[in-house]
């Protein structure tokens, strides 16, 4: 594993792990993509009728859309983010629906606006996949600094042991450093997924997929 710049220097921090992703070739991120979809089933994090949160890949993010393809051909009921308006930070989470109603955020990255598409928060779903830049062997997560993902999870520093959602990072094997500075603020991740494996850090917290019955 490559050394961390200074750990308290989180911008230096994102440069360093953006150019690791950008050197991924695309063959290797279409292959870690599949290879997703094979550990997450491991993982018994895919079921029917569970409400599961995914995301678009941009920037140079490990694939998901594997996994959403699977998901919902297992019957899974998937959700992806909505960027709220300037000034907000919590997010809901849009069902994704078979009508096309795709439109690019601020960000650019594509989000599912059918009007009749059912709207969750994200204390309502049963896993959440959620990109990163970085994380650690403790389960701490660098994210791009907007503070969305925080924000949307912060009832989970209130209520150590609600059930909902299962937080699973996903990433690159080699997105992980040796010691990730952490917040007040940052959630922690319960697992990671990477095309290498998935692990978890929180056995112990009640929603585990792999302890509980799908909702």
């Given amino acids: 594993m490559p050394p961390s710049p200074d750990p308290v220097d989180k911008a230096a921090l994102r440069r360093e792990l953006r150019a690791r992703r950008k050197r991924v070739e695309p063959a290797q991120r279409r292959a ?12 018994h994090l895919l079921a029917r009728g569970r409400r599961i949160g995914l995301y678009i890949p941009v920037h140079g993010e490990i694939d998901v859309l594997p996994l959403l393809k699977r998901a919902r051909a297992m019957r899974a009921h998937c959700f992806l983010p909505i960027v709220p308006g300037q000034d907000r930070k919590r997010m809901w989470f849009s069902q994704v629906g078979e009508r096309p109603a795709w439109v ?13 598409a059912p709207h969750l928060r994200a204390r309502a779903l049963d896993v959440l996949f959620l990109p990163l830049l970085g994380f650690d062997a403790r389960g701490c997560r660098l994210g791009m600094g907007g503070g969305y993902y925080d924000a949307s999870l912060a009832y989970l520093r209130r209520f150590r042991r609600w059930r909902r959602p299962w937080v699973v990072g996903v990433a690159y094997a080699m997105q992980e450093v040796s010691n990730l500075p952490s917040d007040p603020w940052d959630i922690p991740l319960d697992a990671v997924l990477t095309e290498q494996g998935y692990r978890v850090f929180r056995a112990g917290r009640t929603n585990s997929p792999g302890l509980t019955r799908p909702a």
């Fill in 32 to 43: 870690a993509g599949s290879r997703l979809v094979r550990l997450a089933l491991r993982g």
């Fill in 104 to 116: 690019l955020n601020r960000y650019g990255i594509p989000e599912y606006r059918h009007p009749l």
